[in-house]
């Protein structure tokens, strides 16, 4: 008898979101008449980059923005 582990579909994908979840939502939300089992794959890995720029650019933005006399925002 093997003893293999499972390995999650997040795990393989090297993502930190929740591919099940973006799944369900996917699923439950009507999006398409058929959603294969790829893409929540695919939007997982675009979302994941899409947030990483927005956390990118608000954290370059709070180092380099105005600030008063006291050196607060």
Same mark, same amino acid.
Do not use: D, E, P
């Given at each position: 008898m093997?003893?293999?582990?499972?390995?999650?579909?997040?795990?393989?994908a090297g993502?930190?979101?929740?591919v099940a979840r973006i799944?369900?939502?996917l699923r439950?939300?009507?999006v398409a008449k058929h959603?294969?089992?790829r893409a929540p794959?695919?939007?997982a890995g675009v979302l994941e980059t899409i947030v990483d720029? *927005? *956390?990118?650019?608000t954290a370059e933005n709070?180092?380099?923005g105005p600030r008063d006399k006291k050196g607060v925002l």
């Open positions: 093997s003893s293999r582990s499972t390995v999650s579909r997040q795990a393989k993502v930190t979101l929740s799944n369900t939502g439950r939300g009507r959603v294969s089992s794959l695919y939007t720029s *927005i *956390i990118k650019q709070v180092l380099k």
